[in-house]
T-cell receptor, first 112, second 117 residues
Framework: ELKVEQNPLFLSMQEGKNYTIYCNYS?????LYWYRQDPGKSLESLFV?????AVKQEGRLMASLDTKARLSTLHITAAVHDLSATYFC????????????FGSGTQLTVLP | GAVVSQHPSWVICKSGTSVKIECRSL??????MFWYRQFPKQSLMLMAT?????????EQGVEKDKFLINHASLTLSTLTVTSAHPEDSSFYIC?????????????FGPGTRLTVT
């Protein structure tokens, strides 16, 4: 079964603090995506990770991929209120349709 | 590049009526588009894969006679919710898959919020 598990599901953190969101998946994949969703909005693409050891950074967010461990992390550095949103990881479990299987999402609230 | 639009952005309809949602890739051609449904506070659930010029592939548990998908061109897919009921109220999001040159990445539309009264 193709499964993508995210944790934590809910995260409340103080501004200025660091934290990590984890994304585990069940079987081999060669690409993983991170998205942000604001309330009432669609998905905004954050990162595309295509190989083992891939690391990408944009502002206060950094994503990494370990294909051997089937694990991706989204690290938040010195959080600010504007980062409050729901974050999803999604995995492309290699196939011709290139379908995505989404994690449950992590609802992040950054408190002042 | 890689912009996907959806129309309408929101719609309210009465129970028993049908609603059509359009998904367009504005600056690229997409042989494959996907339709997702998202309930409040939940993740995206893939409903079906829409392929240009052929029948859509529906996920298990999704009624193909209720959710009609037509992918008439390389830039347009439509989802028609037939005989809508209140339980069909949801946020519907489409995506268009880029070709090999775009790494097969999916580009998401802004979503359509359907409310059935």
């Amino acid at each position: 079964e193709l499964k993508v598990e995210q944790n934590p599901l809910f995260l409340s953190m103080q501004e200025g603090k660091n934290y990590t969101i984890y994304c585990n998946y069940s079987t081999t994949s060669d690409r993983l995506y991170w998205y942000r969703q604001d309330p009432g909005k669609s998905l905004e693409s954050l990162f595309v990770l295509l190989s083992n050891g891939a690391v990408k950074q944009e502002g206060r967010l950094m994503a990494s991929l370990d294909t051997k461990a089937r694990l991706s992390t989204l690290h938040i550095t010195a959080a600010v209120h504007d980062l409050s949103a729901t974050y999803f990881c999604a995995v492309d479990f290699s196939g011709s349709a290139r379908q995505l299987t989404f994690g449950s999402g992590t609802q992040l609230t950054v408190l002042p | 590049g890689a912009v996907v639009s959806q129309h309408p952005s929101w719609v309210i309809c009465k129970s028993g009526t049908s609603v059509k949602i359009e998904c367009r890739s504005l600056d690229f051609q997409a042989t494959t588009m996907f339709w997702y449904r998202q309930f409040p506070k939940q993740s995206l659930m893939l409903m079906a894969t829409s392929n240009e010029g052929s029948k859509a592939t529906y996920e298990q548990g999704v009624e193909k006679d209720k959710f009609l998908i037509n992918h008439a061109s390389l830039t347009l897919s439509t989802l028609t919710v037939t005989s809508a009921h209140p339980e069909d109220s949801s946020f519907y999001i489409c995506s268009a898959r880029g070709d090999r040159g775009r790494g097969y990445e999916q580009y998401f539309g802004p979503g359509t919020r359907l409310t059935v009264t």
